[in-house]
């Protein structure tokens, strides 16, 4: 008996997989965070360099936002096909391909953003590592809080599938010992 089908569509009524709400807090409280990092470097890239910092502070605060609902997200997303038989491969290469976008958009935007006169580097750069660290205590934060269970995502015997089996088995067997 296989515990999945071969088909690799995400399931119509998706089974919760227990790291879901997590990434879900992540992403919530991670947008929270995000909006205050960006208003406080909004005003203090302001106060350093005028609208040039202010713009700077925001672009720095807006990637690593970024960065940090690619990983939730996807991660999400391909949680959709838990239970399929293709669930391993298909949320590695979801997972890959965030990791592999969040890659290209940072270089695309440094690159971009390297020449522009109104980036001041040094803001942005701060901009960028305290957006980074921003969303790592929002994941430090969210993992210690929740509640996840050692033991998750597994089918036990008596769970709805195996019941039909069981009775299956069991009137099978009572019609054995009837004869």
């Known amino acids: ?103 290209v958009i940072f270089l695309v935007v440094i690159l971009v953003l390297k020449e522009q006169p109104w980036v001041n580097p040094v803001i942005m750069f701060l901009a960028i590592v305290f957006g980074v660290l921003g969303s790592l205590v929002v994941d430090a934060l969210v993992l210690l809080r929740m509640r996840l269970p050692y033991v998750s995502d597994v089918k036990l015997p008596g769970d709805d599938d195996d019941e039909e089996e069981i009775a299956d088995e069991e009137a099978e067997s009572s019609k054995r010992n009837d004869t």
Request: net charge positive; hydrophobic share 50%; glycine share 16%.
């Open 1 to 103: 008996m296989t515990t999945g089908s071969s088909n690799p569509q995400p399931r119509q009524s998706p089974v919760e997989v227990s790291s879901s709400p997590i990434l879900r807090a992540v992403l919530k409280w991670g947008g929270i965070v995000m909006g205050a990092l960006a208003v406080l470097g909004a005003v203090i890239g302001y106060l350093v360099d005028g609208p040039n910092g202010l713009w700077s502070a925001l672009v720095g605060i807006v990637l690593g936002g970024v960065f940090l609902g690619i990983t939730a997200g996807s991660i999400l997303i391909a949680n959709r096909w838990f239970g399929t038989d293709l669930y391993v491969p298909i949320f590695f290469a979801i997972v890959l391909g965030g990791w592999i976008i969040k890659f």
